[in-house]
């Protein structure tokens, strides 16, 4: 079991309505994409982060180590934005490299951060959801909100299909690390090139594991919830 799933059996939420928790994490990303306001997204996030930290009771360091993977993507998706290329210099801040300026404007800086706090807010309220609100409370919601059944069925297997790869994942790399498979950049790529491969071999193994589990159990195209 990953951490996330762990907590949201766990978490001090775990037995509070699902529904009202489902209505209020989606209201918030809602509210988050929808309005371009940089003061209410900074108000959904951290709104979102102390219902996380304090009212669930996820320890702050786990949370922050959890987020912080996203978050480092969104780090570099920002940088892309505040940083422009044009051969006049017409940013406040830049350097020149041959006849090309390189540098950030107030426009790209006031879009950076709008951005990441927009981004931000929607992280913020779907982790909410992931840590307080188990898989088989979410089915329940999603059933009671009479959603098609192909959709509930296609977000289980999603949902299981991204744990299959991280737990794959993380086992290949933790044997790999215990044999130095990253010391210097050779061994790195090599490494990195037969996870890939070991990866991909194994989530096929796992994915035909859980068809022939789930055939076993007379699955009929429907996950039951006993509503």
């Known amino acids: 079991m990953l951490i996330i799933d762990k907590y949201a059996y766990t978490n001090r939420l775990t037995n509070f309505n699902p529904m009202a928790k489902f209505i209020f994490a989606i209201g918030a990303l809602v509210i988050a994409v929808a309005i371009d306001n940089l003061y209410i997204n900074l108000l959904i996030f951290l709104l979102m982060m102390f219902f996380t930290i304090f009212a669930a009771k996820i320890p702050a360091g786990k949370y922050m180590k959890i987020i912080s993977i996203p978050f480092s993507f969104l780090i570099v998706s920002t940088i892309t934005i505040l940083i422009s290329l044009s051969y006049k210099d017409v940013f406040i801040f830049s350097i020149k490299i041959k006849d ?104 096929l193994i796992r994915y035909k594991d859980m068809t022939i589990s789930l055939d076993s159990k007379l699955y009929d195209g429907e996950f039951r919830t006993g509503d």
């Open 100 to 203: 090309i300026y390189i540098g950030i404007t107030e426009y790209s800086i006031h879009q950076s951060v709008k951005t990441m706090m927009r981004v931000s807010a929607s992280l913020a309220s779907t982790f909410f959801l992931a840590l307080t609100t188990s898989l088989y409370d979410i089915i329940r919601v999603l059933k009671k909100l009479k959603l098609p059944n192909t959709l509930i069925e296609l977000f289980v297997l999603i949902y299981r299909a991204i744990f299959i790869f991280l737990e794959e994942a993380k086992e290949i790399y933790d044997a790999q690390e215990m044999k130095f498979g990253y010391e210097g950049f050779k061994n790195s790529c090599n490494s990195a090139a037969l996870l890939i491969k070991c990866l991909l071999l194994k989530i």
